[in-house]
Structures are given as structure tokens and as C-alpha cells.
């Protein structure tokens, strides 16, 4: 052994070391021409263009013609590729050849030790996750095991990027040759990277998506302030500065987050090209509005195995339609004119390639797109164009020979040339043996040989010559070597044959059939024409039937979205929350999304009258205080002050709770981040308008709120020893907290005013400065006397004002102080209890504080009890004595008054939005359901055809099963049904790495 | 010491009566019922589905003696007017962790959940604490006994039922060590779904194993009247495995119903079901075996996202359908004062009234083995009621006026009314 390694080493490093000009040579130069023509084949330049008969001539590295009746000059290699064809080879614009693996995410807030910023020695960004100055190149070293993978499906170059943090560096393009690291890079700093994903960064911050999006914001803005500063040197926005003039990567993997990715793009004047998770076609509308140019996985869900019921109970509609769907992810871009790329990355194994490249075809993905996002595309992406994507005159010679047209099933890669450098794909690739031929063999007569199949895996039959009976020969083919072995029904014995192939054209097989006696008697067979295999039945040859998509991509997601029409409700119990109060026996009016008419007797033109009599009409539901709605996670309270954070950044539309609430009669929805910190992050006001984007979804023209959080959360009283790090520990330190903020803000302000200052862009202080501005408001989390009292009177000191309370369970404590500020409170009807700062909460503390003069409402912080505030509000008629109306308002006009929307919705008043309800009973008995719920007009909820829903969505399940059960029948590969199960967020609610919205197996 | 503490408790009087209040302290448990009372024209709601409108009841020595139309009515000492009222027999909560927990948060006030995966000896009863603060408030909502019931590990503990209002556990016992309490080894949910199942699958496998050695020593130490050597945790099931104490088996998943059933059949015992999410899948199944359900609250989120969205509200409805007798249960202890609700809850969705009201008393009473003293409002039961202003079941008539437990005209005082009164009168509402 000892003796074998030395040598290896010398033989290797020879072998990698040969042509780098640099580097000296042990012994002998021995560069040779590497000038080849490839002639005769059909060469597809590039999607939509080929040549036939054509001649490609290749120098070195570079190919120096291609054309038709090309004469190859002397010295010169020539290939006869005659039947033949040559592509471009394939780029695959996002994989991690030859670097580090993907991070793997460490978020764990709540779990681990807090980080509060870098453990990073040198004079980098804050922040781990931050890491922009991390070159692929500089960890690059070519792979080739990984190589030969790629090779052998037809990839002749690759992006490689480090998949690590949020601003993740530059990546480099390769060659998949494995020469030498210095001769295959191609692009050494080729694109910038960025994601949603903290990698393995140490740092807490950030432990929410929103954090990710607020920190990846925030280090664009540093950036743009570096450039105009000299008092310190940072090497990462250093870097990312640098960067910026390349092509910008970023990798999601949902198609929420493709519009999310986007968003911040447009914010900082770029256009990312986006790695997304191959589910884009839910969201069609929307991403071909980014106007971002994708790169698409081919991640295929494998068919659920569904035999036993139980298991295919487990999936959830979304799930099944993915599987069912994925496929056509390709042809809707294609369809909707989006520039995209395919990638192999992603793909549990990469032989599943072609076979999904050919699935995306069958879905109707079109040859020549198929091929320009496996070329041109990619090669445009990375800003390779002049190099590769296409066979050309002056760009590298990388191409594959294959046996027939790249997308045709059977196809074989004979052989994938990068850089001038010939890899053999598919051994056997000398002669393809396929067809039929005439023999005689020895005692068996005058016979017909035909050899299907394809190489490297052929099926050969015989049969005699008039005969039609076929015995299946055994053919082992190994370069020109063959043996056929047979043995004919009714026959004794068996048939050997030991042949080899001849050198000529047509192909004949020469060689000899070995007797059992020993001896042996000449054979050979002639070709005689191509063999054509009985077509087998398979899928491609049946329509394709898919199932409709549906918006959101989830259960009771629509098919067909629902309008707004014009309706009169007639003859009904109207709760007006208006100065007439409750009126019996009248109509409501609806029509453009407003209420039109509210009386006795009205006639609505055009309008599809109801018949509500015995029914209750209200305005919506609105809930003060929820968490419903979002992607991965609800706090990012790594950090005492996380202002910068935004819900609106993170609102995710698929979740089944809304329609879940709608249910209930809530039709608008204030969602908040959680409590975890002193000043939480920007919330985000929503109409459940159920099937619409997320940033449909959005309430539109409302103030902009902020989640504060006083006591034990705030503390972290409750997190174990874990916890005892971040600043504060007590009541003492949160005060604080919020006067180091807000001098922070008010200085900021005062720099932001001076003439030329370079003042850091900080959006923590922005969002502030926005409320000393009266801009943004506050409704802080609360629950004890003495933490309110303190927060009430620093706002009087510092300048800024409370808006609301919520949760604020001593709220009944300090009612008149609130009032005397007009301090607004959100409140739970009657919980207590679950720690120690609600011992002293009770159930009627929304009564004595509505009787001080606080406008008072009951909130939910629960998915679960959201729908039920109806029943929450009728609790403060036991606890206290709420008359019905002043019930009624708690989670109507009350909570309206509090985010400053009463003007649009609240009550029923006329040209209000029409966010109407019809409820089956007086709404604050438990016997009343809501029938409809009505957002601008539109009904989101109805009771009978929530019926009709879930009938059809059993249906579309049963389908889905039955052809899952179908492609298990057909041999196809399945995977295991695992439940899914959707996050429902509470303010306590720490962790956020959640994979509530990702919808792939 | 015992003069500061004197110090303090005086003080604390002081304060109390300063404020026009009773501390919680001095909410005292009732004395026994000493005369017959009559409570007259009310509607009664038996609690067997029959409803007796202007009825009257009559109570005497904690028994009920009559109840009927008031024409036949026997007279009493002491005599009720409840016109327009509803009365009801007293809610039954069963498998709570009330008096074992008073502060969720608070470790040190945390007596539910004992270390180990058999702890088939521990009773729960003798940790009850009946100071707890919140036990007055359920009753003021019409709970007046409980299951107070161990959690955790694979062999929890045993419940007793206890009614709740008491100086102490001894008392407070209703019936003692009810129940013995089993976690069904199952896949556990994570937020993110069912992690590591292929672990999880093997796990289970141990403590189904672990679960089935148990009940074949039990069985075999029952066997003898006076085993050689005494063992707690063997001990525990004499009564299981003679028919007086029941066997309650926690469980959700439709797969898991039914191997629990079939497991605890093997050894000749019917196990009350406590929680199954999926029971409605599998409700002839547990009708053919006469299998009683406790199932969880009706305020519940779907399990899977493709659930009709309202079928925590109609499980009720769904089970009793199928002919199962059925209760409701609900997470946590302080929650415990919204009971009534879960019934009203099943009503709004298509459960007959009266058979609502069961889930929260007969059914309940008959599944916890104490119909015979309690669960409706029948002659010779304790009188065990309430009554109301309103609809009990519903929120905005849920306002409890009165309530006897065994006869005993309790307090319907509680903290939080205190607090109420306490800043009513700071703003001077009183």
C-alpha cells in the first residue's frame, strides 16, 4: 500500500495537472491537438434550429465551425455521426457541484442558547446569516463522482453556489470536465445569491421569515450607506456591494415566497432571477406579474401510496392535487410567456431527470421551451451567452451526441463532450445492434433474428424464418462482443452462439454456434431492416386529464372565484351598531361591494332578493387580535425591538383558517405579531377575502399598526433557564427598553432632518419615528396594572401615543386612566389563570372598562375561539350585564373604532363596505351559525354551499385516489402519505420553522 | 412567625371588609341541608331528555324526594320561587385536572403530572386541592363535580370524582379512585405533523408490549386475594378487573380506537373512551362493542384541514346518532366554566336540547359509575342542581341564581366576582 500511493498521487496529479500553462510538468510535455470534426449528424444548434448532414468542428476547447458541407481540414479527428445528433449540452443554473452541501437552518428560537450577535471573528456583517462575501470559487474543487452524474444525463456546465444564509455570495460557473479546478471555471464570480433561509448562522436574529426579509431589506440599505461612509470597514457589505452589478439569484422554495422574494427586489430597483419550489402554477396570476425570470425544480411528487384507506385519509386535497399538478408547472410558465430554467436540483435522485423532463413534455411543456430552459435560458441567466447555450463558432465545445431527438423517449446520450473533452456517457454507444436480421443457426434452421430494446439493455428474439412463434434469446453484448443464448419451446436443448460485430455497413454479426457436443459450426446474421417493437401501452398515449386548480391552492380553495352581485335581504332582524339600533322586519341592500339601502320595503332594481326572514343581518366580525394567516412564524423576538419586522411581508393566503372564520361571521382580521418582545413588529390588517393574494388580501388604505408587549413573555418568565440572556429580565428593564428605543428614534428623526447627512437608512427607528409621527399606532400586549400604568405614563413623557390594549386582562384596574387618554382596550371574555399574570384577570373586566368610557372589545389571539367571538361578545351580557347591542359592538364597530376603519366597516350603515353577515339566530345566542358572510359584497361563506364544497372536494379527493392507486398498479414509485398538519399560531408562539405553506410530496 | 401570619391574616380581614368584600377565604363551604325545601314553578330539565315546564322539585336531607308537576308536590319547610327559571341537575366535568393545577405556568403549583410511564398506584384525589381559586368559579357556571383525573406517561393514575364544594379532599370525595387513566400508545404530533414515524412505530410497539405485560400481572396478581408481595401498581386493578372501577383509555385515532377496544376486550374489559377525534369514523365499531366516549371539547379546530369545518361542533350529534352514549370533556381546569357551552355547542348543530344536556350530566354520570346518586334530577338522587335565569346551555342565559350540592345551599361567591365588586366600587357603580 505503502508503495501504491505514492505512485497514484504521481499518476493524478499528472493526469489533473496536464495543459494548466502554469503549473510545471514532471517529465515529458505531451499536449496534443484536440482537433475533431464531427460529421454527418444533425446538429440542433439550439431550440428551433439544426442543421442536417452537418459538420461540427471542434479546437481544443473552443468549436471553430458548424455548419452543413463543412470540409474538415486536414489533421483533424473525424467522427462519422452519421443518424446521429448533437445538442448543446445542458446547464443546470442551481446546484452545489463541488462546494459544501446546503446549510442546514438552525432556527430554534425559543429552544437554544440566544445569540445576540455575530460569534464571527473579523470585521464582518452582524449578523451570520449575512455572509456575502463567501465565493463559491474559493471552496470550489471539481467532483467527480458528481460530475459523472450530471455528465450522464446530458449537463455540460453548472452554477455552483454556496447554499448558505440570507445574503449567501457570489457563485461561479463551471465546466463539468474534470481536468484540472483551474481550467474549468468558466465564470469565476458569476451571480450574487440570496434566500429567506439564516443557514447555519449562530445568531438568533432572525427566527421568523419576516426577520429573514426585514434583515435581507436592512442589509440593502447598510450597503447603500457603506459606499458613502469611511469611519469603518465591514468585508461583507464590502462585498455585497460588489455583487451588485451581478446577475441576482435568490432561492425559495414556495410560490408564495417567489412573490414575497419579489417584492424586495422591486423595493431596492432589482429583478431577481428565482429558484423557486415548482409550485408557481397555484399562483400564475401574480408571478408572471413579478416579471421575474424562474429557475424550476422538476421535484415531481412520486404518487402517494394510498392502498390502505386509513393512510389516504391522512392527505389533504392540496397534497394530492400537487402530486397531480406538479408536472404541469413547466407548460403554465411556458404558457404565460415567463422565462424560466429547469434545474436538476431538488430531485431525490438525478436519474429521475428525464424521466420527469419528459413528464413536464406530456404535460404539455413544448420541445424547443424544454430545450431553451435546459440551454439558451441558463447560459442568459448567468451572463454565459457568449460561451455557452448554443453551438456556435467561438463558444466552448460542449455538446452531447445522442441517439435520436433529446426529448424522444429511448433516447440514448452516447456521449457528452465538455470543453473538447469527451465523456462516454453511454458505453455500447459504438454500434446500436437495434433491428432485425436473417440467419441460418446450425439445425435450427433458416431463422429471424430482431433485436429491440435499447442499448446497454437490449431484448432480442428469434423466431424461424416461417414461423411467427418468438423464443426470447438472451443477448449479452460487451463493445464488439456478443453471445445470444436460446432455448425454443418443444426443443431439448438450448442454442449458444459467441458472435462479434463487423465493421460494416449494414451491420452483420459474424461468429460461431458452440455445440453441446463441444464442437462448433460457423453463424452469422444480416441485417435487414429496423425492427419496430409493438407499441406498449402507456400513459402518454391516453388524454391527459387533470383536475382543476383552485384558489388558494387548499381545501374549500374556489375553481371558480365567487363575484360580488347585487343582493337585497329582505324582511330581517338589521343590527345596525347605528343610532337605529336593532330594526326588525327590514331590508339590507348590497350592491359594488357597499351597502346600498338599509329600510323597510326597498326595492333593489336588478338585485337577487333573499328572503331572510327570522334571520339576523350584522356588520362582519372583526378580530383585533390574530395570528391566522401567516408563513413561518409570529415572533421575531430574538431581540428586544424588532420594529422593522412587518406580518405584511409574510401574510399567506392558502391557510384553511380563513375560510374556517369566515365560518363564524368574521370577515376582517387584524393579524399581530406575537408577544415575545417589547416592541414586536408592524402587524397587518386583512379582509378575509378567501382565495385572493396575499396582497389582495390585504385591508387596503388602512393605518399601519405595531405590536408592543409588556410582562412575563416580554420577560421570558416562561421559557426555562434557557432563556435568562436578552435584556429584559423584569418589569424594571422593560421600561427601559422602551425609552432607550424611542431616544434612539427621536435622534434619529433629528439626524434624518439635517442637510446631507449620511444617516444609516434604519428601519427599526423608521417605524418609531412613524409613530412619534402619529403615523403608525400601537396596540400593546398586556396584562397587569402596574406594566400599563408604566407604559401610559412614558408615552406622556417620551411624546408618543397608545392606541390600544390588547389582551390587557387588569384592563378593569386602570379603565378610567385609559379612558382619560382614550386609550382603547382588546380583551379576552374570560380567560385566566395559565400563568401567573392572570391570576387577577376576570371575565368582567371588558364590562367595567366599557363602563369607564374605553371603546372595548373582545379579540381571540386563537384560531379556534376566532370563530366564535360572536359567543365571546355574548359573554359580556353574563359577566357584568352588557345590554345586546353594546355586546354586539365589542367585536364589531368597537374593534373598527380601534384601527380607524369604522369609517369603512363596523356597522351597517349605508356606503359602508358591504362586509355583511346572515346569521341564523340573534347572533349572541350559541344556537346562531352564520350563513353568509359577505366580504365587499362578496359571499365568501354560505352555509349550503359550503355542503356543495366539500362534496365536490370528496369527489376530486376519491379521483385523485383512484388514479394513485392506478400509477401504484402501474409498478410506478410511491411515497408514504404523511399528514400535514397547518400551524395555528398563538402570541406565545415561539418557533417558526414551520413548513405550514410548503406544499411539495 | 404565627404573629406575623396572625398579623396578616387580621389585616387582611381589615382590608376585606374595608372593601365591602369576602375574601375567597371566607366563601365557606355550605352546611348540610338541615329542612326540606321546595323550589316551585321553574322549568326542569331531568336531564334524561324529559322536561317538566312550571314544575316543582322538592329536596330533603340532600335527597330529591319529588320532582313533577306542582300539583302533587309535597310541602317543604323552606320554599323556592323560580318562576320563569330554569333548573337543572349540577354540570359533571369529567378527566380535569382541576385543584391539581393552579397556575399553568407556575411549576410549583403543578400536581398532575407524575414522573414514569406506570403510575397506575398514584390518586389523584389526595392532591386536590379544594382552596383552589378556581373551583368557585366553574360552580357559579353550574359545574358542581369533576373528574379530577392524573396526566401523563403511558399509565397515568386514578381519578376520583369529587364535588366541588369542600373544606377538604376527604370531603370533596364523590367517588373515590374512579377511574384508572391509560395514554393508548400512539403516533404523537409535533406542529410540524408526525415526525420520525418509523421510530415512533417502534416505540409504540415497546409500550403496547409494556401495557399488555402490565394488564397479564394485573390479572394473574388479581387473581389471589393476598399476593405474597405487594405491589401498588398491580394493586390498582383488583377493582378494574372486578367491574367497580373503570378503565378509561385515551385515545384519537380512528386505527388506535380500535385497537385499544380490541386490546382491553382480550382481558374481559369495556374501557371508556376519552377523547376520539376519529370515534364518529369508527361509531358502529364502538356501538357493536358498547363502548362509552368522552370526547373532547366541541371548541376544537378540525384535525385535517379538509374536515368540514364544523365537525368538532357535530361529533356530539354524529356519535349520539349512532346510538353511543356519549359526554363531553375539556382541556385545562379553569375552562372548566365553559361546559355548559360545549352542550349548547352541540345543540346548535342539530343535537336535540335535552340530549345535549345529557353530555354534561346523566351520560357523564353513567360513564363515571355515579348515575345511581347523580347526573338527573330523579327521586332519591342527591339533590345535586341549580338553577338558572336563562338557557343554562347558552351563554346569555347561563346566569346560576342558586345551586345545591347534596342539598346544601352553596355559595355562588368567587374571585372574580370579588375583583368585580372590588372596582365597581372604585368607579362607583355600586
Aim: charged residues 25%.
Amino acid at each position: 500500500m505503502r508503495k501504491i500511493l505514492p505512485f497514484c498521487l504521481l499518476f493524478f496529479s499528472f493526469y489533473f495537472l496536464k495543459g494548466q500553462e502554469t503549473f510545471p510538468v514532471n517529465g515529458s510535455h505531451d499536449k496534443r491537438p484536440k482537433k475533431y470534426a464531427f460529421v454527418n449528424a444533425n446538429i440542433i444548434t439550439k431550440a428551433g434550429q439544426s442543421i442536417k448532414n452537418g459538420t461540427l468542428l471542434v479546437n481544443d476547447k473552443v468549436i471553430e465551425a458548424v455548419g452543413a458541407g463543412q470540409k474538415v481540414p486536414a489533421g483533424y479527428i473525424t467522427i462519422d455521426l452519421a443518424g446521429k445528433f448533437i445538442y448543446p449540452s445542458l446547464i443546470d443554473p442551481f446546484t452545489t457541484y463541488g462546494v459544501p452541501g446546503e446549510a442546514k437552518e438552525t432556527r430554534s428560537f425559543g429552544r437554544a442558547a440566544q445569540v445576540l450577535t455575530s460569534t464571527k471573528n473579523g470585521p464582518y456583517a452582524w449578523n451570520e446569516a449575512v455572509r456575502p462575501e463567501t465565493r463559491a470559487i474559493d471552496v470550489f474543487t471539481h467532483d467527480q463522482k458528481q460530475a459523472e452524474q450530471l455528465k450522464k444525463i446530458g449537463f455540460g456546465a453548472v452554477q455552483t453556489l454556496v447554499k448558505d444564509g440570507i445574503a449567501r455570495g457570489s457563485s461561479a460557473v463551471v465546466a463539468l470536465n474534470t481536468n484540472s479546478d483551474n481550467e474549468v471555471v468558466i465564470i469565476p464570480d458569476a451571480a450574487a445569491h440570496y434566500s429567506f433561509d439564516k443557514g447555519s448562522a449562530k445568531t438568533s436574529y432572525p427566527a421568523s421569515l419576516m426577520g429573514s426579509i426585514a434583515l435581507l431589506r436592512q442589509t440593502y440599505y447598510d450597503a447603500q450607506w457603506y459606499q458613502q461612509q469611511k469611519k469603518e470597514f465591514n468585508i461583507s457589505l464590502e462585498a455585497f456591494n460588489k455583487w451588485q452589478s451581478l446577475p441576482q439569484f435568490f432561492e425559495v422554495n414556495d410560490v408564495l415566497d417567489v412573490l414575497r422574494a419579489d417584492k424586495i427586489a422591486k423595493e431596492f430597483g432589482k429583478q431577481y432571477i428565482i429558484k423557486t419550489g415548482g409550485n408557481d402554477y397555484q399562483r400564475i396570476k401574480e408571478i408572471k406579474a413579478t416579471g421575474a425570470s424562474l429557475v424550476v425544480p422538476l421535484n415531481f411528487p412520486k404518487a402517494y401510496d394510498v392502498e390502505d384507506p386509513y393512510e389516504a385519509n391522512k392527505l389533504s386535497l392540496a397534497q394530492l392535487k400537487h402530486w397531480e399538478l406538479a408536472a404541469s408547472n413547466p407548460a403554465t410558465l411556458e404558457k404565460e410567456g415567463i422565462s424560466f430554467a429547469l434545474t436538476a436540483s431538488g430531485l431525490d435522485n438525478v436519474r429521475d431527470f428525464w424521466p420527469n423532463v419528459r413528464k413536464a413534455i406530456q404535460y404539455g411543456l413544448s420541445e424547443d421551451a424544454a430545450l431553451r430552459a435546459l440551454t439558451e435560458t441558463p447560459a442568459a441567466f448567468l451572463g454565459a451567452t457568449d460561451r455557452l447555450g448554443t453551438l456556435e463558432k467561438g463558444k466552448l465545445a460542449s455538446f452531447i451526441i445522442t441517439s435520436d431527438s433529446l426529448f424522444k423517449e429511448g433516447n440514448i446520450i452516447y456521449e457528452n463532450w465538455v470543453e473538447g473533452d469527451k465523456y462516454v456517457a453511454n458505453q455500447g454507444a459504438g454500434k446500436d445492434l437495434r433491428g432485425e436480421y436473417a440467419s441460418t443457426i446450425d439445425d435450427f434452421g433458416p431463422a429471424k433474428l430482431a433485436i429491440g430494446g435499447k442499448p446497454g439493455k437490449y431484448e432480442a428474439f428469434i423466431s424461424k424464418a416461417d414461423d411467427t412463434t418468438k423464443t426470447k434469446v438472451n443477448l449479452v453484448v460487451d463493445g464488439d462482443l456478443l453471445s445470444l443464448s436460446f432455448n425454443p419451446k418443444g426443443a431439448k436443448k438450448s442454442y449458444r452462439i459467441s458472435a462479434y460485430v463487423m465493421a460494416t455497413e449494414p451491420l452483420q454479426l459474424k461468429g460461431e454456434v458452440n455445440r453441446e457436443d463441444g464442437s462448433s459450426t460457423a453463424w452469422s446474421a444480416s441485417y435487414t431492416g429496423a425492427y419496430t417493437q409493438k407499441a406498449e401501452k402507456n400513459a402518454g398515449d391516453k388524454p391527459l386529464e387533470l383536475g382543476k386548480i383552485i384558489y388558494p391552492f387548499a381545501s374549500f380553495g374556489y375553481e371558480q372565484a365567487p363575484q360580488a352581485t347585487a343582493i337585497l335581504l329582505k324582511n330581517a332582524t338589521v343590527w345596525t351598531n347605528e343610532a337605529e339600533g336593532i330594526l326588525e322586519g327590514a331590508d339590507v341592500l348590497i350592491a359594488d361591494g357597499k351597502i346600498k339601502a338599509i329600510g323597510k320595503n326597498l326595492s333593489g332594481g336588478g338585485a337577487t332578493v333573499v328572503d331572510a326572514s327570522g334571520k339576523h343581518i350584522t356588520a362582519g366580525i372583526i378580530d383585533e387580535h390574530s395570528h391566522i394567516a401567516i408563513s413561518r412564524g409570529i415572533n421575531e423576538g430574538t431581540q428586544s425591538v424588532t420594529a422593522e419586522v412587518r406580518i405584511g411581508d409574510i401574510i399567506n393566503s392558502e391557510d384553511v383558517n380563513i375560510y374556517r372564520q369566515l365560518a363564524g361571521g368574521v370577515t376582517s382580521s387584524h393579524i399581530l405579531h406575537g408577544s415575545a418582545n417589547a416592541i414586536g413588529g408592524q402587524s397587518q390588517l386583512i379582509k378575509l377575502r378567501w382565495g385572493k393574494s396575499p396582497e389582495e388580501l390585504k385591508f387596503g388604505g388602512s393605518d399601519g399598526f405595531i405590536k408592543f408587549a409588556l410582562g412575563e413573555n416580554v420577560k421570558q418568565s416562561n421559557w426555562g433557564d434557557i432563556a435568562r440572556v436578552r435584556f429584559p429580565q423584569t418589569r424594571m428593564g422593560v421600561e427601559q427598553v422602551y425609552v432607550d428605543a424611542f431616544t434612539r428614534a427621536k435622534e434619529y428623526k433629528a439626524k434624518l432632518a439635517m442637510k446631507g447627512s449620511n444617516t444609516r437608512r434604519d428601519l427599526e427607528l423608521d417605524a418609531l419615528v412613524e409613530i412619534l409621527d402619529n403615523k403608525r399606532f400601537i396596540t400593546c400586549h398586556s396584562y397587569v396594572q402596574s406594566e400599563i400604568n408604566m407604559l401610559m405614563h412614558l408615552a406622556d413623557s417620551l411624546g408618543f401615543k397608545i392606541n390600544t390594549f390588547t389582551h390587557i386582562l387588569e384592563g378593569y384596574k386602570l379603565a378610567d386612566r385609559m379612558a382619560a387618554r382614550s386609550i382603547a382596550g382588546a380583551t379576552f371574555a374570560d380567560w385566566w389563570a395559565y400563568k401567573m399574570e392572570v391570576q387577577e384577570a376576570i371575565p368582567y373586566n371588558a364590562y367595567l372598562m366599557e363602563k369607564q368610557g374605553v371603546v372595548t372589545a373582545i379579540n381571540s389571539d386563537d384560531a379556534e375561539m376566532a370563530r366564535r367571538l360572536n359567543q365571546e361578545a355574548a359573554k359580556v351580557i353574563k359577566y357584568g350585564g352588557l345590554t345586546e347591542e353594546e355586546a354586539w359592538k365589542l367585536v364589531t364597530l368597537n374593534p373598527a373604532k380601534m384601527l380607524h376603519i369604522d369609517n369603512r366597516v363596523g356597522s351597517l350603515k349605508v356606503g359602508k363596505d358591504a362586509d355583511v353577515v346572515v346569521w341564523s339566530d340573534n347572533p349572541l345566542t350559541i344556537y346562531a351559525r352564520a350563513e353568509k358572510t359577505f366580504v365587499d359584497g362578496v359571499k365568501y361563506w354560505d352555509v349550503e354551499e359550503d355542503q356543495k364544497l366539500r362534496d365536490l372536494q370528496q369527489k376530486e379527493k376519491a379521483r385523485l385516489i383512484a388514479k394513485s392507486l392506478e400509477e401504484k398498479g402501474k409498478g410506478n414509485a410511491t411515497q408514504k402519505a404523511t399528514e400535514k398538519t397547518t400551524m395555528v399560531y398563538h402570541c406565545e408562539t415561539l418557533s417558526g420553522d414551520n413548513n405550514e405553506d410548503v406544499n411539495h410530496n | 412567625m404565627q404573629l406575623i401570619l396572625k398579623y396578616i391574616s387580621s389585616l387582611s380581614l381589615f382590608l376585606s371588609i374595608g372593601c365591602y368584600l369576602q375574601a375567597q377565604p371566607t366563601v365557606y363551604p355550605a352546611k348540610a341541608q338541615t329542612s326540606a325545601i321546595s323550589i316551585k314553578g321553574a322549568t326542569i330539565h331531568v336531564g334524561n331528555g324529559q322536561v317538566i315546564p312550571n314544575g316543582t322539585i322538592v329536596f330533603d336531607q340532600g335527597k330529591i324526594t319529588y320532582v313533577g308537576e306542582g300539583a302533587g308536590a309535597p310541602a317543604a319547610a323552606q320554599s323556592i320561587d323560580a318562576q320563569g327559571k330554569h333548573i337543572y341537575p349540577g354540570f359533571i366535568a369529567p378527566v380535569t385536572n382541576l385543584g391539581l393545577v393552579e397556575v399553568e405556568s407556575v411549576r410549583a403549583t403543578l400536581d398532575n403530572t407524575e414522573v414514569g410511564e406506570n403510575n397506575a398506584h398514584v390518586r389523584a384525589l389526595i392532591a386536590y386541592n379544594t382552596d383552589s381559586k378556581v373551583i368557585n368559579t366553574l360552580r357559579s357556571n353550574g359545574v358542581l363535580l369533576a373528574q379530577v383525573t392524573p396526566e401523563g406517561g403511558l399509565v397515568t393514575g386514578q381519578s376520583s370524582v369529587v364535588q366541588l364544594d369542600a373544606w377538604n379532599w376527604e370531603d370533596a370525595a364523590y367517588k373515590t379512585d374512579d377511574a384508572i387513566h391509560i395514554n393508548w400508545p400512539s403516533i404523537r404530533y409535533s406542529r410540524f405533523g408526525a415526525t420520525n414515524e418509523a421510530a415512533q412505530k417502534e416505540r409504540i410497539q415497546q409500550e403496547r408490549g409494556i401495557l399488555s405485560d402490565l394488564l397479564k400481572d394485573a390479572k394473574a396478581y388479581c387473581e389471589v386475594d393476598n399476593p405474597a408481595v405487594f405491589n401498588g401498581r398491580l394493586e390498582a386493578f383488583r377493582k378494574v378487573f372486578d367491574g367497580t372501577k373503570k378503565l378509561m383509555v385515551h385515545v384519537d385515532k380512528k386505527n388506535d380506537i380500535i385497537a385499544a377496544v380490541q386490546f382491553f376486550g382480550a382481558f374481559g374489559l369495556k374501557p371508556v373512551l376519552v377523547g376520539g377525534a376519529d370515534a364518529h369514523l369508527v361509531s358502529s365499531f364502538l356501538k357493536e362493542n358498547e363502548i362509552p366516549i368522552i370526547i373532547h371539547q366541541a371548541h376544537s379546530l378540525p384535525s385535517n384541514d379538509d374536515d368540514d369545518v364544523n365537525l368538532p361542533y357535530k361529533q356530539a350529534k354524529l356519535l349520539s346518532d349512532a346510538g353511543l352514549l356519549v359526554a363531553y370533556g375539556m382541556d385545562g381546569f379553569w375552562q372548566q366554566r365553559n361546559l355548559p357551552f360545549m352542550a349548547g355547542t352541540a345543540a346548535a348543530f342539530g343535537l336535540d336540547k335535552e340530549k345535549a344536556l345529557a353530555t354534561i350530566t346523566l351520560n357523564t354520570a353513567k360513564i363515571l359509575g355515579v348515575d345511581q346518586t347523580t347526573g338527573s334530577l330523579e327521586k332519591g338522587k342527591d339533590a345535586n342542581l341549580f338553577i338558572s335565569a336563562g338557557d343554562a346551555l347558552d351563554m346569555k342565559g347561563n346566569q346560576i341564581e342558586k345551586a345545591f350540592i347534596v342539598g346544601r345551599d352553596i355559595s355562588l361567591e368567587n374571585l372574580h366576582k370579588q375583583l368585580f365588586e372590588r372596582y365597581e366600587y372604585k368607579y362607583g357603580q355600586k
